[in-house]
């Protein structure tokens, strides 16, 4: 096995890459070959070939062995997307599984000057094939941070920064705006099936109703317009009964000369029940501090337009530039309806446990809980070193 020098200076991307090179640098590959299996590994391959659904994996011969080898790359060390090729994403066991007694060697990260590469045989194989089945792939539900190349100040970490609880919620960098994500093949697969996206223009389409807020139901909107009204003109607190009773009576006079139906106005009266048992959850929680409210659900759609410009980029239906736009808007239009991180994150958390959880607090509300935990108490969160405005 061989590993090329480490450059003076070289400071890894994210916490993997530090940990292989500390691993290379003692010469415990048992550790290297450890931290390989629990994390996810990328291979290049042709964008035609992506397309079609073959994503052949294609051997090289590498200037530095002289040998023929599959090249394989954890996530800090990917080049920037480009139209092609594509990368793929997979897992060291994955790739030990289907090696079969080819000569070809291994290639990790080729290229960067955290190389290592290694041969490929029977005894070799053997004791990969070991680490790959002892070792735990990575959990979700953690906050990462690029350490190289992300932004953490300005617009761009701002806007990723709205998108950091779907972030933590996937395992994905929070503030790598040009990232590979799920990899191009199962990037594409994850939109069709959650978004119904197939195309360029679909993403576009999808990327504009986040960011103006159309995925929101305009019912929650209505009640929490209500309420921010009431406190305008009568104080912070507002009752909930009168604010009820407000709704009701807001929801005729805009009905007339027609008529509002009572079980219309029936369900609007118990969503602001919902809405007010929420809250005294997430005050009890920590999501909220005591005596604030919830402004508004609209950063449940504008976490997720952050998150979508990302995704769009993984699959190819924009381009960097585009994507960038996008992210930055998201942080833009947070800023002129939320007052601060916490503010922003209530309003998520609000929007997706009504999207989801049914009054049941079960895991979908538990998850957004802990991830708001996270976010206001890992002194890397960009929500304590972002500034909001």
């Not at 530090?18 to 003692?26: G, Q, S, V, Y």
Request: negative net charge.
């Amino acid at each position: 096995m061989t590993a090329a020098a480490m450059p003076y200076g070289w400071q890894a991307p994210t916490e993997v890459e530090h940990r292989l090179h500390e691993a290379k640098t003692r010469g415990d590959w048992a550790s290297f070959f450890d931290t390989l299996s629990g994390t996810d590994l990328y291979y290049p391959v042709g964008r035609a070939d992506a397309e079609a659904g073959t994503g052949t994996q294609y051997s090289y011969r590498s200037p530095v062995t002289g040998t023929w080898c599959y090249a394989f790359y954890t996530e800090g060390a990917l080049p920037l997307p480009q139209p092609d090729p594509v990368f793929n994403r997979t897992s060291f066991k994955s790739v030990v599984r289907t090696w079969d007694n080819d000569p070809t060697w291994l290639a990790v990260n080729p290229g960067t000057p955290g190389e290592a590469y290694f041969p490929a045989n029977p005894q070799t194989l053997h004791l990969w094939r070991q680490h790959a089945e002892r070792v735990t792939p990575r959990k979700k539900g953690l906050l990462r941070t690029l350490r190289v190349g992300g932004p953490t100040r300005g617009p761009v970490a701002r806007g990723l920064a709205c998108g950091a609880q779907l972030a933590v919620h996937r395992g994905d960098l929070w503030n790598a705006p040009a990232s590979h994500l799920e990899g191009f093949r199962q990037m594409r697969e994850t939109l069709d099936e959650s978004w119904d996206i197939h195309s360029a223009d679909d993403w576009h389409r999808t990327q504009e109703d986040l960011l103006q807020g159309r995925y929101v139901s305009p019912v929650w909107e209505f009640v929490l317009s209500v309420r921010r009204a009431m406190a305008r003109e009568y104080g912070d607190t507002v009752d909930p009964v009168q604010w009820r009773e407000t709704a009701a009576h807001v929801m005729r006079r805009r009905a007339e000369p027609e008529t509002v139906s009572e079980e219309d106005i029936h369900a609007v009266q118990q969503l602001i029940g919902r809405i007010t048992r929420y809250e005294a959850r997430f005050r009890a929680d920590g999501v909220l501090s005591e005596g604030r409210c919830v402004r508004s659900v609209l950063s449940w759609d504008f976490g997720r337009a952050a998150n979508m410009a990302r995704w769009g980029l993984a699959a190819r239906y924009c381009d960097p530039a585009r994507a960038e736009s996008a992210v930055v808007r998201a942080g833009e239009l947070s800023a002129t309806v939320y007052r601060s991180w916490e503010d922003f994150g209530a309003g998520y958390a609000l929007g997706r446990c009504l999207h989801f959880d049914e009054e049941e607090f079960g895991p979908w509300y538990t998850e957004v809980v802990d991830i708001h935990k996270t976010l206001t108490t890992d002194p890397e969160s960009p929500w304590l070193t972002v500034p909001w405005q």
